[in-house]
């Protein structure tokens, strides 16, 4: 199955991009995505609160904490 993504501790409203593209706000309502290594970027009020590279894989969930 998909790859999914699964984003905590994170505020309200952050704006999540994956490979610089807008994937959504948090609470992340689509969590599914595309497997392979992407660029993970979660912007809280203008602050960037996670910058990692995540290895998304078929049917395995990351887990990502806001800082």
Request: aromatic letters at 2%; one cysteine or more; proline letters at 3%.
């Amino acid at each position: 199955g998909p790859a999914t993504l699964k984003l905590t501790g994170c505020a309200k409203s952050c704006a999540v991009l994956l490979d610089g593209a807008c994937a959504g706000r948090t609470p992340l309502k689509q969590s599914t995505f595309k497997k392979g290594n992407k660029s993970l970027s979660v912007v809280c009020s203008g602050k960037l609160v996670v910058d990692e590279i995540v290895r998304l894989r078929e049917g395995k969930t990351a887990e990502f904490s806001c800082k």
